[in-house]
C-alpha cells in the first residue's frame, strides 16, 4: 500500500483533490446478490439527479474506493467491471491501474462503462465522459452520516438495487443506534486525539469523522487548532500542543500507511506523560476504515465505543 499523507487524506474527505469486523462481514456476504428478485423488479429508467439510466447498468466503473464498497454491500458487485487502484475491499473487487486522483478519460471509456462512479470532478473529468457520452455519478465525501445514507439510495437506484440499499442502510442506523444508546453517561467527556499521520494532522468535530466521535460523546483536542476553519477542518497540530491538551485517548489512522502504533507515539518526545500512553489508550484503527465513509462507518464507530467504555464513568 503506498503511503497516503495526511494532506491527500484530509484532501479526499473533502473532495478537494479522506486520503469501519462484525459489520464489515455482514455488509460482504449478508447482503443480497446481484439479481436477486428484487433487483429484478426495479423498473427503469431511473433518474438520480441530473443522471438518467434507461436500463440497468452492467459494466460500471468504481473510482472511489467508498463508492466501490457502497456498489458491494447493496449487491451490486457482479456488475462492477473495474475499480480503482486504491479500491482495496471487497478483495474480490476487480483492481484496475485506472486512478481515482487523476482519473484518464481515455483510459475510463476503453472499459467501456454504462456507468462511472466517482468522488471528486478532478480535471472537469466529469464533463470529459459525458462529452464521451458516458454516464457518471459523482458521490463526494460525505459531510454526515446522511450524506452516506443518501448515496447508498442513489447508488441503490441507479443500479437496479433500491431495495437492497434500503436494507443496508436501515441496518446501519440500527446498529448506529443501538452502540450508542448502550454508551455510559459521564459528568466529564473523555478527550481524544485523531491522527492522520506523524505529521500529527488531525481532523476537528466539524468533519465526518469528528461527528462520528462526538456521537461517542468524546471531546476533540483539535477543535481548537482550527477554531476559524481557516484549514478546512484539518489543523496540523505540534507536539506540544497535544501534550499540553493530554488526551484521553490517541487514535492512530495511520497504522498502515506510516506503522504507527502505541509504542511509536510513546517513544516520541514528552508523550510517555499523556494519560493516553499511561493508560494504555492509544487505539490502532485500519486507515481504510477510518477514511471511508460507506458501510464500515458502523465498524469504526463500534471501535471508539469499545475501546471508550473499558473507562469507568
Known amino acids: 500500500m503506498s503511503r497516503r499523507t495526511p494532506r491527500l487524506f484530509a484532501a479526499t474527505l473533502a473532495v478537494a483533490a479522506l ?16 439479481g436477486s428478485s428484487s433487483s429484478a423488479a426495479a423498473s427503469f429508467p431511473v433518474t438520480v439527479g441530473k443522471l438518467t439510466l434507461d436500463s440497468r447498468p452492467e459494466k460500471i466503473v468504481s473510482l472511489s474506493p467508498t463508492a466501490t464498497e457502497m456498489l458491494f454491500a447493496i449487491g451490486a458487485g457482479k456488475q462492477v467491471t473495474a475499480v480503482d487502484d486504491q479500491s482495496n475491499f471487497p478483495a474480490d473487487a476487480p483492481k484496475s491501474d485506472l486512478s481515482g486522483f ?8 476503453g472499459r467501456s462503462p454504462d456507468l462511472v462512479v466517482l468522488a471528486n470532478d478532478t480535471n472537469k473529468i466529469v464533463d470529459q465522459l459525458t462529452t464521451l457520452k458516458i ?13 452516506t445514507y443518501r448515496q447508498l439510495t442513489d447508488l441503490g437506484a441507479l443500479t437496479g438495487h433500491p431495495t437492497e440499499a434500503a436494507d443496508v442502510t436501515t441496518r446501519m442506523k440500527d ?32 468533519t465526518f469523522i469528528g461527528s462520528i466521535y462526538t456521537m461517542a460523546g468524546l471531546e476533540n483536542i483539535a477543535d481548537a487548532s482550527d477554531a476559524d476553519g481557516r484549514n478546512g477542518g484539518y ?21 498502515k500507511c506510516c506503522q504507527q502504533s502505541a509504542a511509536t507515539v510513546k517513544a516520541r518526545s514528552g508523550w510517555a506523560g499523556v494519560t493516553a500512553v499511561k493508560n494504555n489508550q492509544v487505539v490502532a484503527l485500519d486507515d481504510d476504515i477510518a477514511s471511508r465513509w460507506g458501510p464500515r462507518v458502523v465498524d469504526l464507530f463500534r471501535s471508539i465505543v469499545d475501546a471508550t467504555a473499558k473507562v469507568p464513568a
Open 135 to 147: 454516464p457518471v455519478l459523482l458521490t463526494p465525501a460525505a459531510a454526515t452520516l446522511d450524506d
Open 175 to 206: 446498529e448506529i443506534a443501538k452502540l450508542a444508546k448502550d454508551l455510559p453517561q459521564r459528568s466529564t467527556k473523555l478527550t481524544y486525539y485523531h491522527e492522520l499521520g506523524p505529521e500529527l494532522y488531525s481532523a476537528t468535530s466539524k
Open 19 to 34: 486520503t469501519l469486523g462484525a459489520c464489515a462481514e455482514k455488509t460482504s456476504n449478508d447482503t443480497p446478490a446481484a
Open 102 to 109: 487523476q482519473p484518464n478519460a481515455e483510459a475510463i471509456a
Open 235 to 255: 489543523p496540523q497540530l505540534s507536539q506540544e500542543v497535544i501534550v499540553k491538551a493530554n488526551p484521553d485517548f490517541v487514535f492512530l489512522a495511520d497504522t
